[in-house]
């Protein structure tokens, strides 16, 4: 996805309109300057394109402060990161020499900008602020008031002009996108030379030497399998530096473009809740995962391969479909039975259920089943049931009344399609929809 960066100085309301894009408070607001020191990132959708949006510290020029050299940086690499910036100045005060600083800085930098005048609420302040907005030399400038909520859905129309569409195609080339993620130093770059042949990524015993990601293809019986090794992803307490930053955005945007990601887990630690949180946005993206225990060749000797699936059973419930494999990135041990596992999954993720057996499952199965109900003699009901086309498999049951229907009584429904088909290593969607509804 493309990368949308708010730039401007403090206390111009750059996190309030973060928090418009997104529709939640994402972002500290507060109306003393600077509050803002690292990059914020969240995930967005306009007009129907899907993009990153990242809120950056306030640029402060020539002023001192203690954060002044880090915020700076901060933006630069942003800057240089993005695909199209918003300029935010502040309506009321006008055009400053710092904003005349920053908007050299942004037409040097050769990237498409749209300039939103914040805080502005009346016609007087308006007109003001365009004639001397315009010599900051930006032909797109909008009026915005982030407080009221005026405004920022005709500033994202320009935004959004500027993105591209969508350019991840899931049949591009015949090719399976295989992604190589985890927390820093698992032995993802390792993992990459071996599939690649050649040291294309740098490897170190120093965490976090990946900082971008890395394509290479690799021929496999006549599949075309493109590995994508990422860098690390970090708590976002340790995400202090430029680089490391945006090496999180780029390992998630790896995710995006990939079919299905190898996450690789530390042999001496495999279950962290870094491990855990990127599991699930693997899970929610709907890609197919296979957990690659990697380091195998320095675990204890006693220790038991039964040992360790039963430990990731354990500590990761919501991804018990998840294949494993346990490997010697350095040795060379199992490497052999990753491309099979890929192939398999990514097979699994395009497999597709007849109408009538899913039917029959609602008819033999779902018919015996305790349905969930409100408590006052209201009960679940599901009359029929179709696969939605595409991957992950997506399910839509039709039903009497879908907010009937419990959590648990979901993972009975996911339980259910696993016993028709193989779906090993790839999540299940299910929707429910009140019967006679019409489709979105």
């Not at 079919?259 to 887990?265: D, K, P, Q």
Request: hydrophobic share 40%; glycine share 8%.
């Amino acid at each position: 996805m493309s990368i949308v960066a708010i730039i401007g100085r403090p206390n111009v309301g750059k996190s309030s309109i973060f928090n418009r894009i997104l529709g939640k408070r994402a972002a500290i607001v507060d109306d003393q300057p600077g509050v803002t020191r690292d990059r914020l990132y969240g995930e967005a959708e306009w007009y129907g394109k899907k993009f990153y949006v990242v809120d950056t510290g306030g640029i402060m020029s020539a002023t001192e402060h203690p954060f002044m050299d880090l915020v700076a940086k901060q933006v630069d690499l942003a800057l240089a990161e993005s695909d199209i910036v918003i300029f935010v100045v502040d309506g009321r005060e006008g055009i400053t020499p710092v904003d005349e600083d920053i908007a050299l800085k942004l037409r040097k930098s050769g990237k498409p900008v749209v300039v939103a005048m914040n805080k502005l609420d009346s016609t007087k302040l308006e007109d003001q602020t365009f004639y001397e907005a315009y010599s900051l030399g930006f032909d797109e400038l909008f009026s915005t008031s982030a407080e009221h909520n005026s405004g920022i859905s005709e500033l994202m129309e320009a935004v959004s002009a500027h993105l591209p569409e969508d350019g991840i195609d899931e049949d591009s080339e015949g090719e399976i996108r295989v992604a190589l993620v985890g927390r820093p130093n698992v032995g993802k770059s390792s993992l990459f030379n071996r599939f690649a042949g050649e040291d294309r990524s740098m490897v170190s015993d120093i965490a976090g030497t990946t900082r971008d990601v890395v394509d290479s293809v690799v021929d496999y019986n006549g599949v075309r399998l493109r590995f994508l090794d990422t860098a690390g992803l970090r708590k976002k307490s340790k995400v202090d530096t430029n680089i490391e930053y945006y090496s999180n955005v780029r390992t998630y945007q790896a995710i995006d473009r990939c079919h299905v990601a190898l996450v690789l887990l530390d042999a001496q630690d495999p279950a962290t809740e870094q491990d855990k949180r990127l599991v699930g946005q693997v899970l929610e993206r709907g890609k197919g995962i296979i957990l690659v225990v990697n380091k195998w060749d320095l675990e204890n000797k006693k220790a038991q391969g039964d040992g360790m699936t039963e430990l990731l059973l354990d500590e990761y419930p919501f991804a018990k479909h998840a294949l494993h494999v346990y490997i010697s990135a350095l040795s060379g041990r199992s490497l052999g039975k990753l491309p099979e596992y890929i192939l398999q999954v990514e097979e699994n993720r395009r497999r597709r259920i007849s109408t009538s057996e899913l039917n029959r499952l609602v008819r033999e199965t779902l018919a015996f089943e305790q349905m969930p109900g409100d408590g006052k003699g209201h009960s679940l009901k599901i009359f029929y049931c179709t696969q939605a086309d595409g991957a992950p498999p997506a399910f839509i049951f039709f039903v009497n009344d879908p907010k009937l229907c419990s959590s648990s009584f979901k993972r009975r429904l996911d339980n259910c399609l696993r016993m028709l088909g193989d779906f090993n290593g790839v999540p299940i969607k299910i929707f429910l929809r009140e019967k006679g509804a019409k489709s979105e």
